[in-house]
């Protein structure tokens, strides 16, 4: 008895959905290929920001940041357009260097290094670069602030200069320079080393403001001698959330703020 051949079956067509789905897959590809790259983070913000204007723009997706002129113009100006990963790691790349750079004085407890909400801060032990009651900064210590101001230097970030104190009271046998209160010292302390930074150091005034704190943010316990060494300092803040940008109005050639700008 013969056998029936079957009839061969028609190949089946391949699904559209699946050309569509393969698209998306090495498009995706493609762009975490580009995020990879520690170029495309530091340099090239600018097209992680011209690829978020996508966003709200195709489908359903709402929100986000047309690329209209005025955008597309702006470019972000700055690294704060930057998803918050990618900001978080220029920050680590910039602690790294200045843990490198300041390893001698960290071991001699001359500097300290740490990150907090604010950005980076880098604190000068009030005692090792100033004498008691005085602003002056000592001598022997004036390469520690060149070595700050090459950092700041290789930044595009503000950069905020705060004077500490401890709650001692100025009195005139502690006043080596006849400061009224303690408010009086931190900001004289404070605008020593920005003057530093900006004389010897050729860091750009525009990048940097001072600020006086006198014994009002302690970062220890002042009813100890060693609490109230740690409160005596000058912090000098890397902010994270303010960049250089040249402003809109030619008329004011110097950069401003986004706090003061708007």
Same mark, same amino acid.
């Given at each position: 008895?013969?056998?029936?051949? =079957?009839?061969? +079956?028609?190949?089946?067509?391949?699904? /559209?959905?699946?050309?569509?789905?393969? !698209?998306?897959?090495?498009?995706?590809?493609?762009?975490?290929?580009?995020?990879?790259?520690?170029?495309?983070?530091?340099?090239?913000?600018? $097209?992680? *920001?011209?690829? +978020?204007? $996508?966003?709200?723009?195709?489908?359903?997706?709402?929100?986000?940041? +047309? %690329?209209?002129?005025?955008?597309?113009?702006?470019?972000?100006?700055?690294?704060?357009?930057?998803?918050?990963?990618?900001?978080?790691?220029?920050?680590? &790349?910039?602690?790294? &260097?200045?843990?490198?750079? $300041?390893?001698?004085? %960290?071991?001699?407890?001359?500097?300290?290094?740490?990150?907090?909400?604010? /950005?980076?801060?880098?604190?000068?032990?009030?005692?090792? $670069?100033?004498?008691?009651?005085?602003?002056?900064?000592?001598?022997?210590? =004036?390469?520690?602030?060149?070595?700050?101001?090459? %950092?700041?230097?290789?930044? !595009?970030?503000?950069?905020?200069?705060?004077?500490?104190?401890?709650?001692?009271?100025?009195?005139?046998? &502690?006043?080596?320079?006849? *400061?009224?209160?303690?408010?009086?010292?931190?900001?004289? =302390?404070?605008?020593?080393?920005?003057?530093?930074?900006?004389?010897?150091?050729?860091?750009?005034?525009?990048?940097?403001?001072?600020?006086?704190? /006198?014994?009002?943010?302690?970062?220890? !316990?002042? !009813?100890?001698?060693?609490?109230?060494? *740690?409160?005596?300092?000058?912090?000098?803040?890397?902010?994270?959330?303010?960049?250089?940008?040249?402003?809109?109005?030619?008329?004011?050639?110097?950069?401003?703020?986004?706090?003061?700008? =708007?």
């Amino acid at each position: 008895m013969a056998v029936k051949k =079957r009839p061969k +079956s028609k190949p089946r067509a391949t699904p /559209g959905w699946m050309l569509t789905m393969g !698209d998306m897959n090495n498009l995706l590809l493609c762009f975490f290929i580009v995020l990879m790259g520690e170029e495309t983070i530091v340099k090239g913000y600018e $097209f992680l *920001y011209v690829l +978020s204007s $996508f966003k709200g723009n195709v489908g359903i997706m709402a929100g986000g940041k +047309s %690329i209209s002129k005025g955008n597309m113009m702006e470019l972000g100006h700055n690294i704060a357009a930057l998803p918050s990963t990618e900001r978080q790691q220029y920050m680590s &790349r910039i602690l790294k &260097r200045a843990v490198e750079a $300041f390893k001698p004085e %960290i071991e001699s407890k001359y500097v300290r290094v740490r990150e907090d909400e604010r /950005g980076l801060v880098i604190t000068l032990s009030g005692d090792v $670069f100033f004498d008691p009651g005085s602003a002056r900064l000592r001598g022997e210590v =004036r390469p520690i602030i060149g070595k700050l101001g090459k %950092i700041i230097r290789n930044v !595009d970030n503000f950069v905020r200069i705060e004077g500490h104190t401890d709650n001692t009271p100025i009195t005139p046998a &502690r006043a080596r320079e006849a *400061y009224r209160t303690n408010w009086e010292l931190s900001s004289a =302390r404070a605008i020593n080393v920005l003057h530093y930074l900006t004389d010897e150091a050729e860091v750009s005034p525009k990048q940097l403001s001072a600020v006086a704190f /006198g014994e009002y943010r302690p970062i220890d !316990d002042n !009813d100890t001698p060693q609490g109230r060494a *740690y409160n005596r300092r000058v912090d000098i803040v890397i902010l994270k959330e303010r960049f250089i940008q040249p402003s809109a109005d030619k008329r004011i050639p110097r950069p401003l703020p986004d706090e003061e700008w =708007r």
